[in-house]
């Protein structure tokens, strides 16, 4: 007679609700580049009493040493006990984009050239990635960065921040809201909402000394229009005495 055996049952493959992250409250990360922009925003939110967690992502590109010294400088300046210490993250780009002017430092946009000649392909969508993980990691369910309304790139889209705050839900279990607070405003209504900080520590520059501006890259011409714009004195040291901007004309 033979004996048979019962066949064990197969295990539930694991379920969405397995892998889900719960937020801690109050945390918020913030992409702080250094510039004007991210500055101004992590300033606001800080002194608004939230628990801030700044990312700098460090890509390889020319400026990154003299923007980080200065959002450290920036940092210390809000003299601000909920902020927590710069994550400073590694995504290396130059296998991918090591001939951009970015990374050489070489024929870098000028004076009077277009918004659009400061696009760097899928820069928000790598910078985002990552700063997502490290939000998965740490337990964090906000994660803001500063585009304003003059940003004309595919990746700064409402639609896209919508996708990928989905495609993070659903490949790592966190669901994640992307704040953009400055995409409705002008460089210039940035530069009043953070006149009484210490704008003078951001660098909005391609190729800056520490804070010194070259005063001659497309970057700087922003700035500059930006501070007429708002009526607010100019505190950025410029290697040379910059223009009034060709759209401020």
């Known amino acids: ?24 409250p109050g945390r918020i990360a913030i992409l ?8 101004v925003m992590l300033g606001i939110v800080a002194r608004a009493g939230r628990q801030v967690f700044p990312i700098y992502i460090r890509a390889g590109l020319k400026w990154e040493p003299d923007e980080l010294a200065t959002l450290r400088r920036f940092v210390r300046a809000l003299k601000l006990k909920n902020i927590a210490p710069i994550a400073v993250l590694k995504l290396p780009m130059g296998d991918l984009a090591g001939d951009h002017w970015s990374v050489t430092g070489r024929k870098v946009p000028g004076y009077q050239a277009a918004v659009t000649s400061n696009y760097i392909v899928g820069r928000n969508l790598t910078l985002l990635t990552k700063a997502a993980l490290f939000c998965a990691r740490n337990r964090i369910g906000d994660l803001a960065m500063a585009p304003l309304e003059s940003n004309p790139f595919p990746d700064a889209r409402p639609e896209f921040f919508r996708a990928f705050a989905r495609a993070v839900e659903l490949g790592v279990g966190l669901k994640l809201k992307v704040r953009t607070p400055f995409a409705g405003l002008s460089k210039g209504e940035v530069v009043r909402r953070g006149a009484a900080m210490p704008l003078e520590l951001t660098v909005s520059c391609a190729r800056p000394k520490g804070n010194l501006h070259c005063g001659a890259c497309t970057k700087c011409a922003e700035r500059v229009a930006g501070f007429i714009e708002a009526g607010v004195a100019d505190p950025t040291l410029y290697a040379r005495k910059p223009a009034r901007p060709k759209a401020m004309h």
């Open 1 to 24: 007679m033979r004996m048979t055996t019962a066949a064990k049952p197969l295990s539930a493959p694991p379920a969405a609700a397995d892998f889900q992250i719960t937020p801690v």
């Open 32 to 39: 702080a580049s250094g510039g004007l922009d991210s500055s």
